[in-house]
């Protein structure tokens, strides 16, 4: 059974960054493609960006490009995203995901909140 622990979310002021974590059990975690979502109130849940299971391949939604980076730590079962120059729209719960593409995930975690202030 995979299980998908995200962490670092929180208050930020605009313009400000964060650090999202997110910890995987299971013993397959480094073939995997790992990505994160979010949905912010009223809204439908997004994709935000991916990684392939090797590291050399990623993607980010349009609104985050320049700004997120995703990155994984497969010996600590790990994926990160990076978040800087953070702006009110970033607002949502933000989800972490396993998969077998970095458009297609079956497993999720269960959000963490981040809240950006103007």
């Known amino acids: 059974q995979v299980q998908l622990v995200e962490s670092g979310g929180g208050l930020v002021q605009a313009g400000g960054s964060l650090r999202l974590s997110c910890a995987a059990s299971?013993?397959?975690?480094?073939?995997?493609?790992m990505g994160w979502f979010r949905q912010a109130p009223g809204k439908e849940r997004e994709f935000v960006a991916g990684?392939?299971?090797?590291?050399?391949?990623?993607a980010y939604a349009d609104s985050v490009k320049g700004r997120f980076t995703i990155s994984r730590e497969d010996a600590k079962n790990t994926v990160y995203l990076q978040m800087n120059s953070l702006k009110p729209e970033d607002t949502a719960v933000y989800y972490c995901?396993?998969?077998?593409?970095?458009?297609?995930?079956?497993?999720w975690g269960q959000g963490t909140q981040v809240s950006v202030s103007s």
């Open positions: 995901a396993m998969g077998n593409g970095i458009y297609d995930y079956d497993y």
């Open positions: 990684i392939s299971w090797s590291g050399g391949s990623t």
């Open positions: 299971g013993r397959f975690f480094s073939r995997y493609a």
